[in-house]
């Protein structure tokens, strides 16, 4: 008889288990969905000050001459675009323009690149990657040497500068900075996945403990809370970030998913370039778009059918209660003759039809800064 299947872990997990989150399996991990709860943690984010283990996410790092060429012939976005010390977000997709992943892609030397992949698809990414390998490129799989921080919240600017006392220049919004800690190399890049301002910061697996510890206690001036995949789920969500799996898969490409502004058809040929050139010269049929519940609903969740009239026209591919809006929302991709703004739908939840409409993107307007 086989028991359950054992779980990866973060070189944070112990830490979440004293701290008393609440642990989840999360596409083969054991990571806190929640410590004080979800609503709790999101104002945090919102209003103050949280920070996310997302050591789970995996780190590939790709040097040499011929790095750039290669990435820029795998990835959508333009890698030429980049000085030493930029990043940008970035898809990675199949011959038919599907995507197999969304990340980012930091420059961190002339010919030096990180990237920072989604937990689930490390495997899939690596060997996709590794089986369209370019001579003169040097390319390593280095996510089990790494752990990941995320600090986020309007507060994040101030707990960087009473960090480092001012010994370093925050970066800019998108910029990464490499500092050498201890004799061990971090790299801490202004960027998030809440809408708000924040710091990944990406440190030696044995040094996460202390990394955590360290933020948490000069953080607790500034309010800081410890948060778990809930709320940076709903926070995502309230900003019409997609969710890899859900919002994004092999199946549907970055224009249906209303993201060309990552996509440069302009540069020289990359995979699945041509499936987009044409895609986007015949229009698409459907439309990644964010919808809001109206009145008194329950929540939405992923998988829940859509109706126009009487018809099912889509599922939901994400919902949540919003915290801050405090009402249900998600996204789907809606056939294009419906997906306006205003477009008044009904979302199935547990049998009955419930009314929602269809709305301009982010669904909240947080206060990112880019001092």
Same mark, same amino acid.
């Given at each position: 008889?086989?028991?359950?299947?054992?779980?990866?872990?973060?070189?944070?997990?112990?830490?979440?288990?004293?701290?008393?989150?609440?642990?989840?399996?999360?596409?083969?991990?054991?990571?806190?969905?929640?410590?004080?709860?979800?609503?709790?943690?999101?104002?945090?984010?919102?209003?103050?000050?949280?920070?996310?283990?997302?050591?789970?996410?995996?780190?590939?790092?790709?040097?040499?001459?011929?790095?750039?060429?290669?990435?820029?012939?795998?990835?959508?976005?333009?890698?030429?675009?980049?000085?030493?010390?930029?990043?940008?977000?970035?898809?990675?997709?199949?011959?038919?323009?599907?995507?197999?992943?969304?990340?980012?892609?930091?420059?961190?030397?002339?010919?030096?690149?990180?990237?920072?992949?989604?937990?689930?698809?490390?495997?899939?990414?690596?060997?996709?990657?590794?089986?369209?390998?370019?001579?003169?490129?040097?390319?390593?799989?280095?996510?089990?040497?790494?752990?990941?921080?995320?600090?986020?919240?309007?507060?994040?600017?101030?707990?960087?500068?009473?960090?480092?006392?001012?010994?370093?220049?925050?970066?800019?919004?998108?910029?990464?900075?490499?500092?050498?800690?201890?004799?061990?190399?971090?790299?801490?890049?202004?960027?998030?996945?809440?809408?708000?301002?924040?710091?990944?910061?990406? /440190? &030696?697996?044995? *040094?996460?403990?202390?990394?955590?510890?360290?933020?948490? +206690? @000069?953080?607790? %001036?500034?309010?800081?809370?410890?948060?778990?995949?809930?709320?940076?789920?709903?926070?995502?969500?309230?900003?019409?970030?997609?969710?890899?799996?859900?919002?994004?898969?092999?199946?549907?490409?970055?224009?249906?998913?209303?993201?060309?502004?990552?996509?440069?058809?302009?540069?020289?040929?990359?995979?699945?370039?041509?499936?987009?050139?044409?895609?986007?010269?015949?229009?698409?049929?459907?439309?990644?778009?964010?919808?809001?519940?109206?009145?008194? /609903? &329950?929540?939405? *969740?992923?998988?829940?059918?859509?109706?126009?009239?009487? +018809? @099912?026209?889509? %599922?939901?591919?994400?919902?949540?209660?919003?915290?801050?809006?405090?009402?249900?929302?998600?996204?789907?991709?809606?056939?294009?003759?419906?997906?306006?703004?205003?477009?008044?739908?009904?979302?199935?939840?547990?049998?009955?039809?419930?009314?929602?409409?269809?709305?301009?993107?982010?669904?909240?307007?947080?206060?990112?800064?880019?001092?």
């Amino acid at each position: 008889m086989s028991g359950a299947p054992i779980l990866k872990q973060t070189p944070l997990h112990d830490e979440h288990v004293r701290l008393g989150a609440k642990m989840v399996d999360f596409g083969g991990w054991s990571m806190p969905v929640q410590y004080s709860g979800i609503i709790d943690e999101h104002h945090a984010v919102r209003s103050k000050l949280g920070i996310f283990d997302i050591s789970h996410m995996g780190q590939f790092f790709a040097e040499g001459p011929g790095a750039l060429a290669w990435l820029n012939s795998l990835l959508t976005n333009n890698v030429e675009r980049l000085s030493v010390g930029e990043c940008q977000y970035t898809f990675l997709l199949n011959d038919a323009g599907g995507v197999i992943d969304d990340l980012i892609v930091y420059r961190i030397g002339e010919q030096n690149y990180l990237l920072v992949v989604n937990a689930a698809k490390i495997d899939e990414d690596f060997a996709w990657m590794k089986s369209h390998l370019a001579p003169d490129v040097v390319f390593e799989n280095r996510s089990d040497d790494h752990a990941g921080l995320a600090v986020q919240g309007p507060r994040s600017a101030l707990l960087f500068d009473a960090f480092f006392q001012g010994k370093y220049s925050r970066p800019a919004r998108n910029e990464i900075l490499r500092l050498e800690i201890d004799g061990d190399t971090y790299y801490i890049a202004r960027t998030g996945y809440t809408g708000e301002d924040g710091f990944e910061v990406f /440190c &030696p697996a044995n *040094r996460a403990v202390k990394s955590w510890n360290d933020i948490l +206690r @000069k953080g607790s %001036e500034f309010e800081i809370k410890p948060c778990g995949l809930g709320a940076r789920d709903t926070l995502r969500l309230e900003m019409c970030y997609p969710l890899n799996g859900s919002d994004l898969s092999p199946e549907t490409t970055p224009i249906e998913a209303g993201l060309s502004i990552f996509v440069d058809l302009n540069k020289p040929k990359f995979i699945g370039k041509d499936a987009l050139a044409k895609q986007k010269q015949e229009g698409v049929k459907r439309r990644l778009v964010p919808f809001k519940m109206v009145g008194a /609903c &329950p929540p939405p *969740r992923s998988h829940y059918a859509v109706y126009k009239g009487d +018809r @099912k026209i889509t %599922e939901t591919t994400s919902g949540s209660l919003s915290p801050t809006l405090k009402i249900g929302i998600g996204m789907a991709y809606i056939p294009t003759e419906f997906a306006r703004i205003n477009e008044q739908i009904e979302i199935e939840i547990r049998g009955k039809r419930f009314p929602a409409v269809i709305e301009k993107k982010p669904l909240h307007r947080a206060g990112t800064t880019s001092a």
